[in-house]
């Protein structure tokens, strides 16, 4: 045995000071101590706690608890193993331990906690040493058992793993399986609630639930914070504590009596969750059902088995076998002794029946406990589906499918490529872009400017300014001689050298036309030489052989050298339509616009539009240029024909005002354009807003057949992106570029360089070549990383055109309409690609596979790509209400998420079993492959399972992706939302068909109810569509609930039967030591509260539901616990004569009761559903009943001696003599009184001490004092029947006994109490009273006072204190049915009348009576027959008054007339209701008693209102007396001198006398 000691120092707790008054709870095996309650978050307690035990496999469990008003609450919890504590005799100063919320429990025992809650407790603990071990030699003892076990760990891991799969099919349960019961009914006084106050959403560890022998002991214990927990129920302490009905705790375990075997601790240690365990005595109840050693404790049954482990086919193996050896050895030094032979984890490998003897439930119908029933165990409370962690292939073929299609773009949109097949079109553009690259404008040859001043008037090339002098001083270019402003050089773009060979040739100076030549030659030779990988790869994209493109290259030289000559000319057709938002000079705040067109020397000007900002012109102008290095300038005036402006015409070539201007390169211009220029400034100072629209066409000479250059420029960049893509595979190959302008570039080096320089030669605009190779990447938008870069082009084209600047106000639709891209060929694109992606999001789970990370930005992209398009049909195309991007790809993923479920739904079976069946021997269920069936629910399951891969890929892996539109589209919740509408509806329906046939278990259907709550409330309870609303699934369910709870009647009776015979058999034993009911009641509620913990935990969101289980379930603990008193009630007449035996089925039909109280509680209290509740309270009321039934059964068993006890009081009290009032004031009389009542009291209070007593040890403290009501009723009744006032030798047959027609009261006389006797009595019940009242431990004074038998005694004894009148007043008051026996027996009657009158002065009455006749007299005699009728008046104060008239007789008339008048006089001291009189018919006889023919009563109440009365009065034998009268009767025939008092019972005692006949 060894002695542990706790000290509980002080805690942590997370939180606010106010809000905690914790308490510490320890337990160890079924051992509970609780600290005191201190408040606040750094609470100090430092009390010490000790515990003995055998067992050092176990863990010490540390509670951590806040008190409530109603309940307490559970703020953490931690294992500590005592293997892990160290031996001391000194005590440390304790470890800081981490609470976690939830005990982790495998094979029925704690292995360790989890989830942290942030607060922790400073523990000390240690094992106390034996006096003659020292603690260096615990130590080295210690640590040779440290090595020993690490010898083992190896052994034992194996093991463990052989027989895992064993241990869980044996254990009756699913590891995984929560199913324990986790009701708790917590008090205000109890330190115990409910563990489930913490959420169980912890992953377990398994690293650390096997004991790891492995670790280095370092004296002192480990926090083993990597346990996991789950909950576990402790026994509180078997302390005594005061019973009360409040104080029982529910029952949720199987407690046996403490001498049986049973199977092993791991079957018998089987606990329910959150359960508060102390009985109305706060009991241990001995849940291993093998007592575990505690000091103060019930006994020990220890189990010394001998262990053959040579014929024993599963005996442990040598090394195993060696280790139980050494830690014998080690407990040896310990004085353990033997302690490992309890351990059932060592002995788990021991076949069963070898650890213990056999004593097994399982023997019973139901598979035994609850806690081992398959009908409970079989249902799991708390499923969890672990989905994959990778997703989940839905469709194999067409992931493949998608694969192949990455490369695959809108089939439409390459078959309208023409360029790529037109091999005129690319010849030519072969030959333009080698002119463009050969001598490229990026690198010609700048103007070498320098300062010149005009000595005459001169105008600059730009901007036709004057320059002259060194007021209008400008620049010239050294090699060409172009003069301009030095604000207009920049504006300058022609090669030098092709200027100045262009100037060369008109003048004739042909030696420097040759120089110029031959510089230009060098500089492509140079350029040829440096760059031999862009005519490579020009030469190979468009199919040309190498010789063929030599000559080519050279004829383009030729052509380059002679480009500036009279051999190039070009018409220019130029349309001036419009312009608009053009700045207003005017005062007016308008403009009188009109516009110049100047190509080359040659200027045209447009009509006047006067007081116009959008003019419309549509004048067309015709020139002829003769230099492609020309430009066309147009520029927009306004018209001013004030003085000023006169006087300005005179000094300047510029007379109005400038509005804006744009230069066109002559080069850049090829074929037919209708374009939008904006309007630039001149100047810095210059004020210019809007755009002017023009339409070009050019007819350059020799290219009369040609296409514009953006056509060209188009099929240069698609034949460079078709072959680029062809050479690298297929795939896209994007550039690396960054900074603000990386969209435009579009290429690697050098294709970039080519098509870069193609649009600057020829001038396509930087957005052309966007919106073109935009088209192109649509073709491949499949592509990895295509969608992310058609998304930034198409943003920057949108900025483009919807972005407008202040300085224009061309609406963007109109700027789109005039693009040289094509209006309508770009919205087309944008419909197919807008159609494509719709389609690929579809099926975004193939499309995108969640496993591929790039595939999953590719889908970010695409729904970017789509939300640009959105964007440019709103802001560009101006559409009224295009579909809205969100919405698009909502409609796209619920259309995935339905063609994902269809297919989950269709090939459920075959993916479960690819994805998740792990053991390919395991065998399935040929239903399963047939679909949903009637026969089987395991395709729901599978289905479910696949359902929330799908969901938790949604939810981790696209809703991170697919986050653009926050507050419209959640990809997870949708997911969740669509998955269970459809699985909803497939689900309804199919239950629906297995409620007609039912062919599955009642258990499949909970299952899989508890997985649809499961999945139901893990993933779609909080989304949005049904978040806030209830549930449709427990509708589903609902007949399969009921069909499972009404199989649970069936179940709970039988388990009813089976655990009362087991109690009967065992004797009715207690359950516990503390204990005062039998262990058939634990159960019971153990099986009952399975089933209310199924109910519970389904959960059920819908109130209407949740009452009819309920109700059902309401039903059940009805039929049961009926059935239950029943069979008490049945067998309780067994056991009344062993009064222990009986007070323990009363203390279980109380148990019942305050059970029943914490089952209602559970239910709901006062919110339960009214059904139910009355139910309940119907049951309560019935029990109650049933325990009034027992208790007044056993009370009954003792009154025999409690009948013999009072006989012999009464004996002693006819000792008591002495006559004459007694004063109980005057000590001295008191005191003779008090020692006459002990010694009268003697032979009662002997019996009630040795009952009584037992009685308080046996009983319940409720049943306890229903059995002192009923032995105090017993009492009060047989003192009253036995002693004060014993019965007539025997009233009913009174008439046998009497003289001449009278009762002989003589006998009775002698049984009537002296004054003496009755002081002594009424001492003795004072007395009798405080007993029972036990100074409060028993029967409330009030009852007591209150209590009908103690009234009824103290009445009896008060008449023999009262007066003669009194009791005659007493009689005619009480006995009110004297005339019973003249209706029965009529022997005559007599007509009377009475008259009542009243004095008005002195409040006297006066009654007359007037006897008028007799009739049909029944009376039969041989003589002569003289009838009379005497009158009687009854009542107080009439001992002065005449009480008797007599009427004269009449000779041999059988009804005779009399017709005599008689007068009463009644005292006014009395109201006339106090007065009865009473009429006899006689026989007149001479010289003797006359004969009593008949009697007759008439109580003058009856007549007090009317005043009168006149009526015909049946005569009887007697007059009919009940107890009262009788009491009465018996005390006034012992007053002898009292001559009222002798009439009276004369009078009252008379019968008919016997008929004289032969």
Known sequence: ????????????????????????????????????????????????????????????????????????????????????????????????????????????????????????????????????????????????????????????????????????????????????????????????????????????????????????????????????????????????????????????????????????????????????????????????????????????????????????????????????????????????????????????????????????????????????????????????????????????????????????????????????????????????????????????????????????????????????????????????????????KDLLNADCLQRAAEKSSKHGAEDKTQNIIMAMKDRMKTREKNKPEIFELIRTMFSIGRNANLCHLESVKEWLLEDGTTKWSAKITITVISAQGLIGKDKTGTSDPYVTVQVGKTKKRTKTVPQELNPVWNEIFYFECHNSSDRIKVRVWDEDNDLKSKLRHKFTREADDFLGQTIIEVRTLSGEMDVWYNLEKRTDKSAVSGAIRLHISVEIKGEEKVAPYHVQYTCLHENLFHYLCETSGGTVTLPDAKGDDAWKVYFEEPAQEIVDEFAMRYGIESIYQAMTHFSCLSTKYMSPGVPAVMSTLLANINAFYAHTTASTAVSASDRFAASNFGKEKFVKLLDQLHNSLRIDLSVYRNTFPASDPGRLQDLKSTVDLLTSITFFRMKVQELSSPPRASVVVKDCVKACMKSTYQFLFDNCNELYQREYQTDPSEQTNPDDHDGPNTRSLEFWNKLMTLIVSVIEEDKNSYTPVLNQFPQELNVGQVSAASQWHWFAQDLSYALQEHEKERLCKSSEYMNLHFKVKWFYHKYIAAVPPYKGTVPEYPIWFEPFVMQWLNENDDVSMEYLHGAYDRDKKDGFQKASEHALFSTSVTDVFTQLNQCFDVIQKLECPDPEIIVRFMKRFAKTVNKVLLAYADIVRRDFAKYVGRQKIACILMNNIQQLRVQLEKVFEAMGGDNLDRDAADILKELQQKLNGVLDELSVTFASSLEPQIQASMQQLGTQLSKVKGSGQVSLGQASHRTAVQQESDMVLSPLMDFLDGSISMFAQSCEKTVFKRVLKELWKIVMSTMEKTVVLPPLSDPRQARKKRNHGRMDMTKEAEKNLSLRQCAVLEMALDTIKQYFHAGGNGLKKTFLDKSSELLSLRYALSLYTHTTDALIKIFVSTQTQQEQPSIEDTVGEVSIQVDLFTHPGTGEHKVTVKIVAANDLKWRTTGMFKPFVEVHMIGPHLSDKKRKHSTKSKNNNWSPKFNETFHFILSNEDAPDAYELHICTKDYCFAREDRLIGVSVLQLRDIQEKGSCACWCHLGRRVHLDETGWTVLRILSQRTNDEVAKGFVKLKSECRHREEVE
């Open 1 to 488: 045995m060894s002695l542990l000691c706790i000290c509980v120092k002080k805690a942590r707790l997370t939180g606010t000071e106010e809000k905690y008054n914790s308490y510490v709870t320890l337990k160890l095996q079924n051992v509970k101590s609780t600290t005191i309650a201190v408040k606040g978050n750094n609470p100090s307690w430092e009390q010490d706690f000790m515990f003995e035990t055998m067992r050092l496999d176990t863990g010490l469990i540390i509670e951590l608890w806040n008190k409530g008003m109603l309940w307490d609450k559970l703020m953490g919890t931690h294992w500590l193993p005592l293997m892990k504590v160290h031996h001391s005799n000194q005590e440390g100063e304790g470890k800081w331990l981490s609470l976690d919320s939830e005990v982790v429990m495998r094979n029925g025992e704690a292995k360790g906690t989890r989830g942290a809650t942030g607060n922790s407790v400073l523990i000390d603990a240690r094992f106390e040493l034996p006096y003659d071990l020292p603690e260096s030699e615990a130590l080295e003892l210690q640590n040779k058992l440290e090595v020993l076990n690490n010898i083992m760990d190896h052994e034992i891991q194996t093991l463990e793993k052989q027989h895992r799969r064993a241990t869980r099919s044996l254990s009756g349960m699913s590891e995984d399986s929560d199913y324990t019961s986790d009701i708790s009914y917590p008090t205000q006084h109890q330190h115990n609630s409910s563990a489930h106050q913490f959420r169980r959403d912890y992953p377990y560890r398994y690293d650390s639930l096997e004991r790891d022998d492995s670790r280095e002991y370092s004296g002192r214990y480990d926090s083993f914070d990597g346990y996991e927990r789950e909950a576990d129920y402790y026994q509180d302490s078997p302390t005594h504590h005061p019973r009360s009905d409040s104080e029982s705790e529910p029952l949720y375990y199987n407690s046996r009596p403490p001498h049986l075997n049973h199977d092993s601790p791991a079957e018998s240690r089987r606990s329910f969750d959150n359960m508060s365990r102390q009985s109305t005595q706060e009991y241990s109840p001995t849940d291993s059902r093998v007592s575990l050693g505690n000091t103060s404790r019930q006994s020990t049954v220890e189990y010394n088995q001998q262990y053959d482990f040579d014929t024993n086919p599963q005996m442990p193996t040598p090394a195993k076998l060696r280790w139980i050896r050494a830690f014998e050895q080690v407990c040896a030094r310990l004085n353990e002794r033997n302690s490992l032979l309890e351990n059932g984890d060592i002995l788990g490998d021991l076949p069963s029946g070898v650890a213990h003897n056999k004593r097994s439930w399982y023997a019973h119908a139901n598979g035994g406990p609850p806690e081992h029933n398959p009908f409970y165990t079989s249902i799991d409370s708390m499923p969890e589906i672990t989905p994959r962690k990778k997703s989940v292939p839905l469709v194999s073929d067409l992931t493949m499918a998608a694969h192949k299609r990455l490369n695959a773009g809108v089939p439409s949109i390459m078959v309208a490529r023409q360029s790529l097949n037109d091999e005129e079109l690319k010849m030519h553009v072969y030959k333009k872009t080698l002119q463009a690259l050969i001598y490229p404008i990026s690198s010609t040859r700048p103007h070498n400017f320098v300062v010149w001043s005009a000595t005459s008037p001169t105008y600059c090339f730009e901007c036709e300014g004057l320059l002259w002098g060194l007021a209008r001083q400008g620049v010239r270019c050294a090699e060409c001689g172009v003069k301009c402003h030095e604000k207009c």
